[in-house]
């Protein structure tokens, strides 16, 4: 592939990359004493706007992967979590957007321009909110110290695209530990062991300022430790450590510090939302790679108690019926969970969309209008509800549902995905055609984006303006693809 061609012919920027990866949180590690004073992050001398391009080519890559998830719910709750903790650290206007990607291995990283990645393997080993926020919240202050950004700045001769494809490869797990081994047994041990000792450094400070962090936020700040502490002592584990561990083992006297630094900190119970119970139910079942095997395991954990949260299991275990077509009882689940909570959206939203899956928009419609009418500002019912009104063949409505709300989510490309169909439905072709290319940049097939262009270019009746509009799209494209 394109990308293994690309660090086969030049090892240096190999081993750039291997070192940036120990750096971002792919192998993320606990405290030392004496915290290292790496300078102001705000004197990067990578351009802010440099990172940012660099960022979107970055993203753009991991999701032509088709590993992102881009699931409404998910990235709505992910996000929630993400604004909270962002709000309490010193970000100085630097943008985040958190996702989850689906990957089995406990596993997080962050990526240049605030993309944060949370792995749905991780997400499955939390055992409460505090435990997720705390993983975010070291990856923020990795962004926010700039600890990226230098090591990006050396790497400024590079390609954009050839320096997010390396980041993304290594993202992706493209290259095996051993491949990575042989690679640093290449270099001068002097030099290596230089650059591995910068990483420690880059950690401790992540650490520190991610405690804080959790703690402004509101989280407990025990959970980072707690965390930690139960992946390195897992019997499990003993063999193959988690990716998040496997870089910079977590020694006691890390854990130790991380919990002394915790201790400084108010204590208080935090109690995990509702929401994160369901959201980890729900990523259980959409990255399941057998559906038939995820309705075995909800009907055994039901029937052993074996839960965290009842209500969720049942959720999980609704969501799994759906996933092998069992319709009726599907809904049937979903009904009795809203029963018991009618103010829990979520139920709503798994009822309607299994009758979409039945054909039966009508009724799906019954229960997204009023909801809309509750929550207008959410972005799961509102795609939803757009999707369902053009289901329903009304395109004009959905056109007005979504029209309204599409823009304020730049980073997500299910929304111009659902906007494209809308105004294609309604007869706007070449309108239709710009915005699946918009969808198309974002999941990175800027091919596919000029294809779609160029077919709007030869549509009849085109005026001058839409010509315009459509050329300085492609030539905004062609542009990005020369970076």
């Known amino acids: 592939m ?23 949180g792919l192998g993320s590690v606990l405290y030392a004493d004496n915290l290292p004073d790496l300078g102001d992050p705000s004197q990067v001398i990578l351009p802010h706007t440099a990172e940012q391009l660099l960022g979107k080519e970055f ?60 792995n749905s393997g991780l997400m499955l080993e939390t055992q409460n909110e505090s435990e997720l926020a705390a993983v975010m919240a070291h990856e923020i202050a990795h962004v ?14 590079l390609k954009f695209s050839a320096l997010a494809g390396m ?34 450094e880059y950690e401790e400070e992540a650490d520190r300022v991610g405690i804080a962090t959790l703690a402004k936020a509101g989280f407990d700040p025990n959970s980072l430790a707690a965390f930690f502490q139960r992946l390195s002592s897992n019997e499990q584990y003993n063999l193959q450590p988690p990716a998040i561990l496997s870089n910079h083992p977590s020694t006691p006297e890390r854990i130790a ?38 309705l075995g395991y909800y009907q055994k954990t039901i029937a052993a108690h074996q839960y965290q949260n009842l209500a969720a299991a049942q959720y999980g275990y609704a969501l799994a019926q759906q996933a092998n077509t069992y319709y009726t009882d599907a809904y049937n689940g979903f009904a009795a969970l809203a029963k018991a909570d009618p103010n829990q959206l979520l139920y709503q939203l798994a009822m309607a969309d299994v009758l979409v899956d039945e054909n039966k ?19 799961p019912l509102m795609i939803q509800y757009a999707y369902t009104l053009l ?10 549902i979504i029209d309204d709300y599409h823009l304020n989510y730049p980073n997500l490309p299910v929304p111009y995905a659902l906007l494209s169909d809308i105004q294609a439905k309604a007869g706007q072709l070449a309108l239709a055609y710009q915005t699946r290319a918009t969808y198309l940049m974002q999941m990175g097939a800027a091919q596919a984006a000029l294809a779609q262009l160029n077919v709007a270019l030869k549509l009849p009746h085109n005026d001058p303006d839409t010509i315009a509009r459509i050329k300085a799209q492609m030539a905004e494209i062609m542009a990005e693809m020369q970076q």
């Open 391 to 400: 289901k329903a063949g009304q395109a004009k409505k959905a056109m007005g």
């Open 144 to 157: 926010t110290q700039g600890h990226l950004a230098r090591k990006l700045a050396d790497q400024s001769h």
């Open 59 to 118: 993203m753009q890559q991991l999701r032509a992967s088709g590993r992102v998830v881009d699931d409404p719910v998910d990235a709505q709750y992910i996000n929630g979590i993400g604004s909270r903790l962002v709000d309490a650290a010193d970000v100085n206007n630097q943008p985040f957007f958190f996702f989850f990607m689906d990957d089995p291995e406990i596993n997080s990283f962050a990526g240049p321009g605030g993309y944060i990645a949370i």
């Open 257 to 294: 510090d991380a919990e002394d630094r915790a201790a400084k900190y108010k204590h208080h119970t935090y109690k995990s939302s509702e929401d994160y119970y369901l959201i980890k139910e729900r990523l259980r079942v959409q990255t399941a790679e057998d559906v038939h095997a995820i």
């Open 361 to 379: 928009t009508s009724d799906a419609l019954n229960i997204l209008q009023p909801a809309y009418e509750i929550y207008p500002d959410s972005y």
């Open 167 to 200: 980041l993304a490869a290594i993202a992706l797990g493209h290259f095996s530990g051993q491949a990575a081994e042989g690679a640093i047994a290449a270099t001068a041990a002097g030099s290596m062991q230089s650059m591995l000792n910068y990483s420690r």
């Open 2 to 24: 394109i990308v293994s061609q690309m660090f086969a012919k030049n090892l240096k920027q190999l081993l750039c990359v291997i070192t940036l990866a120990m750096s971002l």
